[in-house]
């Protein structure tokens, strides 16, 4: 079992940055792939950003060019990078990892077995 604790939400304006963070703990030798899910109120959740074993980063099309995803392996560590941000991006952001090793499906949520309590973002205009 992995456990994953985010961190590095807020609120900030439209144009701003923000970095959060999602540390894995417990059986992380399982994990092949790690990504970043967002929910907004009354939508379902999706894929933002996801990463796979050997680094190879895939990204939502409304969030390219704007998010940076990136891994410590050391620290077990996940991190997204998010500039440009905007009011559409908006939600409870969780980071979730699994066993997958189809790097073309890392944005679908049926690809993990484990995830985080969330952490919220705000983007206002």
């Known amino acids: 079992q992995v456990q994953l604790v985010e961190s590095g939400g807020g609120s900030v304006q439209a144009g701003g940055s923000l970095r959060l963070s999602c540390a894995a703990s417990?059986?992380?030798?399982?994990?092949?792939?790690m990504g970043w899910f967002r929910q907004a109120p009354g939508k379902e959740r999706e894929g933002v950003a996801a990463?796979?074993?050997?680094?190879?980063?895939i990204y939502a099309d409304s969030v390219k060019g704007r998010f940076t995803i990136s891994k410590d392996n050391a620290e077990n560590t996940l991190y997204p990078q998010m500039n440009s941000l905007k009011p559409e991006d908006t939600g409870m952001y969780y980071c979730?990892?699994?066993?997958?090793?189809?790097?073309?499906?890392?944005?679908?949520?049926?690809?993990?077995?484990?995830w985080g309590q969330g952490t919220q973002v705000t983007v206002s205009s």
């Open positions: 979730a990892a699994g066993p997958s090793t189809n790097w073309w499906l890392l944005l679908r949520t049926n690809q993990y077995n484990s």
């Open positions: 417990g059986a992380t030798s399982s994990m092949n792939c």
């Open positions: 990463i796979d074993r050997d680094g190879d980063p």
